[in-house]
């Protein structure tokens, strides 16, 4: 595995969280969106990661042991939205949105689980920077003993 080979890995990860960090801020600026293009209330969107690259399973790996494992990264497969969370219904007739019994459905975003989600994803990004950093220190102190 070259030095270069990591920093490509750490900047997959990188990207990856910025991108789920991008995902997060969308879900809580439309916390309160009621009406879609569609029509429907907003619904919250959740990232998918998967490693880049080798596709086995990690039993495989467990298997053979000396098959000397090097990771690629990681990439974003998916943005799906979330069917599994309820959507939050709040009773207010003169509301826009409210149907014929006077509900309004309200996103199915919670402010809790997004800002520890967002926290979650920061801590991530720093330590993917963390190891960006290490691996460039170790470059450049192998550059310096060339010298």
């Known amino acids: 595995m070259s030095i270069f080979n990591s920093f490509a890995i750490n900047a997959s990860g990188m990207s990856a969280q910025r ?3 991008d995902v997060i801020a969308q879900n809580v600026a439309n916390a309160n969106t009621t009406r879609t293009e569609d029509g429907t209330a907003y619904r919250r969107k959740i990232v998918t990661f998967a490693e880049k690259g ?3 399973t990690f ?3 467990l298997a053979d042991s ?3 494992y090097v990771g690629n990264g990681v990439k974003v497969t998916s943005v799906t939205q ?3 969370t309820e959507m939050v219904k709040t009773y207010d007739p003169s509301h826009p949105d409210a149907d014929e019994d006077g509900y309004v459905t309200y996103p199915n975003v919670n402010i809790v689980t997004e800002m520890t989600n967002l926290i979650d ?3 991530a990004f720093e ?3 963390t190891a960006f950093e290490a691996s460039k220190s170790m470059a450049s102190k192998g550059l310096q003993m060339g010298q």
């Open 66 to 68: 000396t098959a000397g």
């Open 121 to 123: 994803a920061s801590r």
């Open 82 to 84: 979330d069917y599994e």
């Open 19 to 21: 991108f789920r960090m």
């Open 59 to 61: 039993d495989r790996y």
């Open 127 to 129: 330590a993917n920077t």
């Open 54 to 56: 080798n596709h086995q």
